[in-house]
């Protein structure tokens, strides 16, 4: 028999009932034997077998669980993260990894003297768009990419009643959605050589950042990533340029969806698009739609198990993670002092 990891959730919010909770309990190489829920009982009636404990204690004081899964909110992390490595758990830690970049080279430090796995949960990168982004980029189907613009538009032209909407440190539009779309240009092309970004309260009533626009430097390509929670008709998910043509995609990608919606991922045609979703690729060879390749979010617990049983190589490497803090933060600075800051 196969061996489990056996893990551990240590909050039951949206992140893990939606994606930590359920592509933990459809994987073979998974166990998930506790999760903790401090206000709520929702948990347990969802999966019975899974004990439900209201501290955070519970985990790094139970000797069988392997792997912590910290998704608790954001100014937690990095307390959460110091704990489960002292208590010699692996850990996987939602985005962003911390507030400060400071905060993670600690932890990325600590886990190394630890020897323990830590990776954060960039997700995104397997979403279905972003993978035929990366696939239409790798075939130069476009010849040398000139512009890249990629956008997380919402409507909710209200506030809620969230942490993520109050006015402290690490809340805000930017941590929150623009640690997706910066870890997707990094992969994409690597850290910049600066950062010029307009942060952006609109709302009545707002604390927070509500849009923001950060444009990366690099040499090559002219790089946008924006998002908006006024934005009741969407821009293009991604605007692609070569100097042989364009792609466009509107749409997001469907699996947090159908995992809201209580579908598995084990389903057959999990994470596949709907054709009138598909982007349009315009080139001297082709002119139409091009098919969205299928997302697959369980794809980053594959490569969590392969890495703690088969020693296999982490697919998102806490390092790159630190690159994500460190845009950030120089996009802050940016807005702030109203200047282009140079890495």
Known sequence: MKRKIVTGLASFGMSGKVFHAPLLSSHHGFRLKTIVERSKNEARSIYPDVEVVCSFDDLLNDGEIDLIIIN???HTHAEFVHKA?????HVIVEKPFT????????LLNLASKKKKLLSVFHNRRWDGDFLTVQKIIQSEALGRLVEFEAHFDRFRNYIQDSW????CFGTGTLYNLGSHLIDQAL???????AITADLRILREGGQVDDFFEVIMHYNDVRVALKATYLAKEPSP???LHGTKGSFVKYGIDPQEEALKNGRSPLEPDWGIEAE????KLNTDNFQG??????????AFYDNIYDVLVNNGKLAVKPQEAIGVIKVIEAALESSEDRITVEF
């Open 99 to 106: 507030q400060h970049v400071s905060e993670a080279e600690d």
């Open 187 to 193: 992969v994409l092309f690597g850290m910049p050589e």
């Open 289 to 298: 739609k091009f098919q969205t390749l299928p997302g697959n979010y369980m």
């Open 85 to 89: 490595l002292m208590a010699d758990k």
């Open 237 to 239: 998910r991604y605007v």
């Open 72 to 74: 608790t909110p954001d």
């Open 276 to 279: 009138e979703w598909w982007g």
């Open 164 to 167: 993520k909407e109050k006015a």
